[in-house]
């Protein structure tokens, strides 16, 4: 039986009441496939390939969020451990060019809708976040874990690398390993994970129209959400957040490494999987160009 043949089985299953009348399959995600049904609802159903992500924990999350943040995020409707379903959102991926082209007071705008979300969610009382009993964040933040990837980066990725390359990460990540104190941080809510594919755009009203995929949220270290930020729409659009988000500006300097350090962490994540797909996962990511518009 087709897998999409399969996965609407298991829709009716949880969903008799619902008429199936068209359906599509995205097999594309890491973590998740995704049915849309009826282009009206959202069905995400784990895979197993790289590491079952318990979906509960993400829908116990998206609760605690929905309190605090102004943004649409998923509402869920149903849950299981591999399974979640909620009513879709609608927009299309946010891309760094499509952004660069838009008038000046339009990226203000989506800027802000951006730096106001991020401020919601790490504003999150900690106490808060414990009684959702939300689990740590799926990112790597910790002194221990980055020395064991440096070694890893060592073995698995330095030898691909040309000379000059190969002499910029070695100081890059010594001066960093170096001292401690470089990942201390205050825990906050964090999402880790909005590339430009988890930001929904409306072309109409040129604003964003809602925020998915929360599957690595939890307890983390701020500079993680703005590194993404940076590195798929540059550290100049980052500073368009301040004006709504001024604290924002003291993890930049975390943010700054945990950018830098994006490309290197998925070559060894393609090459250790032996998985070809990780090499381009984030092919077009930003640097700070002009657009003609």
């Keep these: 039986m087709p897998e999409l043949d399969l996965y609407l089985k298991r829709i009716q299953e949880i969903r008799p009441d619902l008429a199936i009348e068209h359906?599509?399959?995205?097999r594309e995600g890491l973590l998740n496939d995704?049915?849309?049904?009826?282009?009206?609802?959202v069905f995400r159903?784990?895979?197993?390939?790289?590491?079952?992500k318990d979906l509960k924990e993400e829908a116990e999350a998206l609760r605690l969020l929905r309190k605090h943040v102004t943004l649409p995020i998923p509402a869920p409707i149903y849950e299981d451990h591999e399974l979640t379903a909620y009513p879709l959102i609608p927009g299309e991926t946010l891309r760094q060019d499509m952004l660069m082209r838009l008038p000046e007071t339009d990226q203000q705008a989506i800027a802000e809708q951006l730096a106001q979300f991020f401020k919601e969610m790490h504003g999150i009382p900690l106490e808060e976040i414990a009684e959702s009993s939300i689990p740590k964040a799926d990112v790597l933040t910790d002194y221990e874990g980055w020395a064991?990837?440096?070694e890893r980066l060592q073995d698995n990725v330095f030898p691909l690398l040309l000379p000059h390359a190969r002499e910029w990460a070695t100081e890059y990540f010594e001066s960093w390993l170096t001292d401690r104190d470089n990942f201390a941080y205050e825990p906050k809510m964090v999402d880790t994970d909005i590339p430009p594919y988890h930001i929904l755009f409306d072309r109409q009203t040129r604003r964003i129209s809602g925020i998915i995929d929360f599957g690595c949220a939890g307890l983390g270290d701020p500079a993680a959400d703005f590194s993404v930020i940076i590195y798929h729409y540059g550290e100049s659009f980052l500073s368009r957040f301040y004006n709504i988000y001024p604290e924002a500006e003291a993890h930049l300097r975390r943010a700054r490494f945990y950018a830098e350090t994006i490309e290197m962490r998925w070559l060894l994540n393609g090459i250790e999987r032996n998985d070809q797909t990780w090499f381009a996962v984030h092919v077009c990511a930003a640097k700070d160009l002009k657009y003609n518009r």
Excluded: D
Aim: charged share 15%; glycine share 8%; proline share 0%.
């Design 148 to 150: 064991r990837v440096y």
């Design 34 to 41: 995704v049915v849309i049904v009826n282009g009206a609802f």
């Design 45 to 52: 159903f784990a895979k197993r390939k790289y590491g079952f």
């Design 23 to 26: 359906a599509s399959l995205n």
